[in-house]
């Protein structure tokens, strides 16, 4: 479904690791993400206002929004949460920037509102989910302070930025799509465009969102509690769940009238948390995906150590409020999670290519809800490829489609999935130290075996050679991976009948492709027309080919 998004970020992406050595090109994307650090220093500065210790506190601050669970878990990788959120932080730096100026005098900082509309529609164009943050930086705008009508000059200005650079570096993409698919947003929020290759859905994955009131209401406590419910890969951390029971004890002691002796908070403080509180609900309220809130964790440490600081006495309020980031900090880097990293290879991507007969002729089905298509721009470009089966909401129209797609070409092929071996390459490591400590060959082999007999965490079994004087350890149950590469083609075989389809599972052959060192088996097969009722395939248990 991601195929119908800007494909901006992507391309840089691509090229960074493609047309680079891809050390390199990670470095480079890893060094942009810690630009960050830079607006959420300047952000720190204008929060704190004029306490004595700013110049220190900033930088710490600034170090800890860098040190949270959903930026960590994207550090120099190609999700594009972090690479976006540089650019919305830049925005927020300046627009607090702007406020400040307007309050002192009465220009209203065109060059900063300016600025932070390019950066803010630079994020919106890279990606679309960055809309929220647009809207609530947005409402933030007119809670800075000043005079009215400069704050809704500054609003207008950052308003027209923010549109102009979003038309200049997506506008052509997404007039593409709405003249191709009749929705711009494709396929989100076909409920209203109704376009007729998806079905009528408002946001395509719902199943991350709160599902009742209660749970809206208590949803940072839950989500925090069990972090699955909000994103695949768990990630620890309580900043959520300290900002919002912190949050909802300053609000009862107001209504209480427990009052301490502070100073009112400062317009960018309250600028700042009308930017984060909107930005939280919209968030919550559209996606309720963990990752989309790497913007609102960079600030979070910092609101958090203002939040500490205004409920507790002012003697030790400071000292206790650096104690709580800290140990947010400590937790979030001691749990941290992230998508998958492989050792780096001076090649980022590499696919064996597959046999196939006339490109020009094939098409080339992409069947299931694995990520595939990163393996396409390594396979020939004059075949046409189509995702069926998978996650993307298709409609009738959809599957239609498909049809005439198929019928007009001569060739057809399908792309699934393929088991990692894993156990193998763990076992292969495991050899290799075994082999340089000596406990493969001779009287080594017999403290092999025992380590297998007594680790079955191990799963393996020795194998000698044919001297008998060589031994590795080898999987216990080699037939594990045929068994799960059938039922990998029998889950696409189902999917493939709703289209009239079925697998030539005797052409099917298992090829291989490297993410880094990494490598991500998948499989490719012929497809042809489905049986006609009542005739056996004849092939469910067909001998597994290997790609010579």
Request: aromatic fraction near 10%; include cysteine; charged fraction near 15%.
């Amino acid at each position: 479904m991601q195929s119908y998004f800007s494909p901006l970020l992507d391309m840089l992406h691509y090229l960074l690791m493609v047309r680079l050595p891809a050390p390199l090109g990670g470095f480079l994307l890893g060094a942009f993400h810690g630009l960050v650090f830079l607006p959420l220093a300047g952000i720190a500065l204008h929060a704190l206002g004029e306490r004595e210790q700013r110049a220190r506190l900033a930088p710490l601050l600034a170090l800890a929004g860098l040190c949270t669970s959903a930026f960590l878990s994207e550090l120099g990788g190609s999700m594009a949460d972090n690479t976006s959120a540089v650019f919305v932080i830049g925005a927020v730096y300046l627009v607090l920037q702007a406020q400040s100026r307007q309050r002192a005098g009465n220009h209203i900082g065109l060059g900063c509102w300016v600025l932070a509309g390019l950066l803010l529609g630079t994020a919106v164009a890279f990606k679309l989910t960055n809309a929220v943050y647009a809207i609530a930086l947005g409402l933030a705008t007119v809670a800075g302070g000043g005079v009215w009508r400069h704050r809704v000059a500054g609003l207008a200005l950052l308003t027209a930025s923010a549109l102009l650079a979003a038309a200049l570096l997506a506008g052509w993409w997404y007039w593409q799509v709405w003249v191709q698919f009749g929705n711009p947003l494709f396929p989100q929020f076909n409920a209203y465009f109704q376009a007729p290759l998806s079905a009528p859905i408002a946001v395509a994955d719902t199943r991350w969102l709160p599902s009742n009131l209660l749970q809206h209401l208590a949803w940072p406590l839950l989500f925090s509690l069990d972090p699955g419910r909000v994103s695949e890969v768990k990630m620890l951390q309580v900043l959520w769940p300290l900002l919002y029971l912190g949050g909802l004890a300053l609000l009862l002691s107001r209504l209480f009238g427990v009052r301490r002796e502070r100073p009112r908070p400062s317009r960018a403080v309250l600028a700042l948390l009308v930017f984060f509180c909107a930005g939280y609900v919209l968030w919550q309220g559209m996606f309720s995906i963990y990752r989309y809130l790497v913007v609102l964790e960079l600030i979070a440490p910092l609101l958090l150590w203002l939040l500490v600081e205004r409920l507790l006495p002012a003697a030790r309020a400071a000292r206790w409020a650096g104690r709580v980031v800290a140990v947010c900090v400590a937790i979030s880097l001691l749990g941290a999670n992230g998508w998958g990293h492989e050792a780096w290879a001076r090649e980022g991507f590499r696919v064996q290519a597959p046999t196939m007969d006339a490109p020009g002729q094939s098409v080339v089905l992409l069947v299931g809800g694995e990520p595939q298509a990163w393996r396409v721009p390594f396979l020939p470009a004059a075949a046409r490829y189509v995702g069926v089966a998978g996650t993307f909401p298709e409609s009738e129209g959809y599957r239609q489609a498909v049809a005439t797609i198929v019928q007009s070409r001569k060739h057809h092929y399908a792309m699934l999935p393929a088991p990692q071996d894993k156990q193998t390459a763990r076992l292969g490591r495991i050899n290799g130290w075994a082999a340089a400590l000596g406990l493969n060959r001779d009287g080594g082999c017999q403290r092999l075996e025992w380590l297998a007999r007594r680790v079955r965490g191990l799963r393996a079994v020795v194998a000698h050679d044919q001297g008998g004087d060589r031994c590795q350890l080898v999987p216990r149950d080699a037939t594990t991976q045929d068994a799960a590469r059938l039922h990998e083609r029998r889950i696409a075989g189902d999917g493939l009948a709703r289209y009239g389809l079925a697998l030539d599972e005797q052409s099917c052959v298992q090829l291989s492709s490297w993410i880094g060192q990494g490598e991500y088996p998948w499989q490719w097969c012929r497809v042809i027309a489905m049986p006609a009722a009542g005739a056996g395939s004849g092939n469910a248990e067909a001998g597994l080919a290997q790609q010579p």
